[in-house]
């Protein structure tokens, strides 16, 4: 029935500022900000909303240039396990100011396989209230300390075989959410006077009734690349700061059998990303003039 609700349903007619967002919650995550900013800038992302959890480090220096030109909204929310609730936050404050709204977190990087900007990616999804990406889990390469010098998305390239059937959601702000959350949205929609929910599609416009029971589509168009344990010791940081989501998550963590199970899925390479790495490079050396 939802699917044929589709069929002939048009783009919602829904002027924004901007056409595709970004929202995250961070906590002394300066020193991936210039890179994983940069990057998501260069596929097309046309604003930030970044929420402040916490964060003792240089956060408020790296962001500045950011916030002056426009390009980030910044808000303080010092309130613990409050993931969603800054979310809910973003959806409720900054809706009418873009048509597309992803949450993502800071180890998170969108990764056309194909396309090199986002909007050409998603522009065919316009009628539909929620898209969803899989992740592609990366594990540590046998790191166990980071060199500084060198970016997130080329030190780790050992991942999981294939996408796992878990994803990060972007929001269609023309609708309105049953609830915010990170990885399942379901949007309601009315239909001769009766509010229906509608779940998310997949890249292939399937609607995904069960997330997490799906089998994911092989030879796919896109991929979040999940950078989840980067080296061993910004593991242990990442437990050492603890979980923004629930305390549930930082029990995981800490047990080492759940992180060795996660690190022996990582099977294979995946450099995919690679394609963008020297025009990344170039973008943080401030050189814009083969951009413009």
Request: charged share 25%.
């Given at each position: ?32 900000f ?35 030109e ?10 613990e ?5 800054a ?46 990406m ?11 300390k ?14 999981w075989a ?29 239909v ?35 950078y ?65």
């Open positions: 029935f939802i699917p044929l609700l589709f069929v002939f349903k048009t783009r919602p007619n829904h002027k924004t500022k901007y056409y595709f967002s970004l929202c995250a919650i961070f906590k002394n995550e300066s020193r991936y210039k890179e994983w900013i940069e990057y998501h800038r260069m596929l097309g992302v046309e604003h930030l909303y970044l929420y402040n959890n916490f964060s003792t480090d240089d956060y408020a220096i790296v962001l500045k240039p950011y916030i002056d426009g390009y980030v909204t910044l808000t303080d929310w010092p309130y396990l409050s993931q969603i609730s979310y809910q936050h973003c959806y409720e404050n900054y809706r009418d100011e873009t048509f597309w709204l992803m949450f993502l977190d800071l180890d998170e990087f969108i990764c056309p396989i194909y396309k090199t900007n986002i909007k050409d990616w998603i522009q065919s999804y316009e009628k539909y209230p929620s898209v969803l899989y992740w592609l889990m990366f594990g540590t390469n046998g790191i166990v980071e060199d500084s010098n060198k970016l997130v998305i080329e030190q780790y390239t050992n991942s294939s996408v796992r059937n878990e994803s990060k959601q972007v929001l269609n702000t023309s609708y309105t959410p049953v609830k915010v959350y990170h990885h399942v949205i379901w949007c309601w929609m009315t001769f006077g009766i509010k229906i929910k509608v779940p998310s599609v997949n890249e292939r416009r399937r609607f995904i009734y069960n997330h997490g029971k799906e089998k994911c589509p092989l030879n796919g168009t896109i991929q979040i690349n999940h989840w344990s980067k080296s061993l010791s910004e593991y242990v940081r990442k437990i050492e700061k603890g979980d923004v989501f629930s305390n549930r998550n930082d029990e995981i963590r800490k047990d080492m059998s759940f992180f060795y199970w996660h690190e022996n899925k990582n099977v294979a390479e995946n450099k995919v990303i690679f394609r963008f790495i020297a025009e990344l490079k170039m973008r943080m050396l401030g050189i814009e003039i083969l951009f413009k």
